[in-house]
C-alpha cells in the first residue's frame, strides 16, 4: 500500500481478467471497481490488511464484467453504497448485471461532477470506450490527487486538462500495437482495441503522460496491461523513451556546449517510433521549425537561419568560455565551437 501522496491506495488488480483500485483517507475507505469475484476481491485486501466490511462504497467506471464482476456479491454482503452515473445504472438494472441490490445502497455520480465524499473530493470526467457511459475519477485532499485513467482509445484535449499536473496516475498502457496484430485475436477485437473507443496502447499512454504531467507529479503507474498483447517491460521502456528523448531536446537547447539540432532530431526520431500525435504536435511548434525544419526536411539550412544559429552559438560558447574555471575547459569549449563552425558551413548544405 502507498501513502506518500496524502492517503493510501493500492492496485489490487488491473488488466482484462479484472480491475479494482482501493484508496481510503482517514474518514473513508473506498473501491473504484469490483472487477474479479467477491471472494478474489476480499483475498487482495487481505494482503494489504483491510477487509470489505470496512469499505464505505464502490465507484464504478463502466459496466464491463471486468469492471463489476464483484460488485453485487460485496454488495449484498457487505452493505456499502454503490455509485455509477445515471446511464450506466439503467443498462445494470436493465440486465441484472449486479443481481438484486436494496435501492438505498444506489448512488448516482453523474459524469463531469465534483462529489465531496467526507474528508475527499472526487471529480468524476467522461472518457471514450465501447460502453454505454464510461468514466473515471481525480481523487482530491489537502493539495494532493491521484488520476485513474484506463479503457479509453485516445485522451482528448478536454480531458487533459483535467487531469493535468496530478501527484500521481494510474494511466492504461494496454498493449503494443504491433504485438496486437500479429497476435491471434480475430481482426474485429483488433479492429475494436485500436479504435477511439478501444484502449490505449503503450504510446499513446506515454503521450498522454507527456501532455499531462507537471512540477506536482511524483508517481506513474502503468495499468490494464494486456497479458496477449503487452511485455511489462516493452511498456516500462516506451514510457521512459518518452521522457528521456524529451529531456534530450529540451536540454540541447539552454546548453552552450550541446548543439542543439541533434537533440531535437534524437526525439523526433524517437516519437516517431513511439507517439505519432506527439510527433505531430512537435512538428509545427516553433521550436521545431526553427532549428529542425529545414534540416530534416531538405537536408540543408538557409544561410540566413545558419547565421542566427551561430550568433547565438557564438554569444553562450563565449559567456561559457569567460566563466569556465579551468584552462583545458576554455580551450575544449573554443575548439567545439571551430567545430561547430565548421559542420555548419561547410558539411550541412545551404539551402537553396
Not at 436494496?102 to 459524469?111: L, T, Y
Not at 512538428?283 to 551561430?310: C, G, M, P, W
Request: proline share 3%; charged share 25%; glycine share 8%.
Amino acid at each position: 500500500m502507498t501513502s506518500d501522496l496524502g492517503f493510501k491506495y493500492s492496485i489490487l488488480a488491473s488488466g482484462s481478467t479484472g480491475n479494482s483500485f482501493y484508496l481510503e483517507t482517514p474518514e473513508k475507505k473506498i473501491l473504484v471497481d469490483a472487477g474479479l469475484s467477491g471472494k478474489k476481491i476480499t483475498s487482495l485486501l487481505a494482503e494489504i490488511d483491510r477487509d470489505p466490511s470496512d469499505l464505505d462504497a464502490i465507484l464504478v467506471t463502466h459496466e464491463h464484467k471486468d469492471h463489476i464482476h464483484g460488485v453485487g456479491v460485496l454488495a449484498r454482503k457487505y452493505g456499502m453504497d454503490i455509485y455509477a452515473n445515471e446511464n450506466t445504472w439503467q443498462i445494470m438494472d436493465s440486465k441484472n448485471m449486479l443481481g438484486k441490490i436494496d435501492n438505498s445502497q444506489k448512488h448516482v455520480f453523474s459524469r463531469d461532477k465534483l462529489l465531496t465524499f467526507g474528508d475527499l473530493d472526487i471529480e468524476s470526467f467522461g472518457v471514450s470506450h465501447d460502453a454505454i457511459d464510461p468514466q473515471f475519477y481525480r481523487f482530491m485532499k489537502d493539495g494532493k490527487s491521484f488520476v485513474m485513467l484506463t479503457d479509453t482509445g485516445y485522451v482528448s484535449d478536454r480531458m487533459a486538462g483535467i487531469i493535468e499536473n496530478a501527484d500521481g496516475y494510474l494511466i492504461e498502457s494496454n498493449h503494443d500495437v504491433e504485438i496486437l496484430r500479429a497476435g491471434s485475436y480475430p481482426w474485429s477485437t483488433k479492429q475494436r482495441i485500436l479504435s477511439d473507443q478501444g484502449h490505449l496502447c503503450n504510446e499513446d499512454g506515454a503521450d498522454a503522460m507527456i501532455r499531462t504531467i507537471g512540477n506536482k507529479t511524483k508517481k506513474i503507474y502503468l495499468g490494464h496491461l494486456s497479458k496477449e498483447n503487452n511485455i511489462k517491460e516493452l511498456a516500462h521502456m516506451t514510457m521512459e523513451n518518452q521522457f528521456v528523448s524529451l529531456g534530450l531536446g529540451i536540454l540541447g537547447i539552454p546548453l552552450p556546449i550541446l548543439p542543439t539540432t541533434p537533440f531535437l532530431l534524437l526525439a523526433i526520431a524517437c516519437f516517431a517510433r513511439s507517439s505519432k500525435r506527439f510527433e505531430k504536435w512537435l512538428y509545427h511548434t516553433k521550436l521545431y521549425q526553427s532549428y529542425v525544419a529545414d534540416f530534416r526536411e531538405n537536408k540543408s539550412i538557409a544561410k540566413e537561419r545558419k547565421k542566427k544559429i551561430i550568433i547565438q552559438i557564438y554569444v553562450l560558447m563565449g559567456i561559457s568560455i569567460f566563466f569556465a574555471p579551468i584552462i583545458w575547459v576554455k580551450i575544449g569549449l573554443f575548439c567545439l565551437t571551430v567545430f561547430i563552425t565548421y559542420y555548419l558551413f561547410k558539411v550541412i548544405p545551404d539551402k537553396d
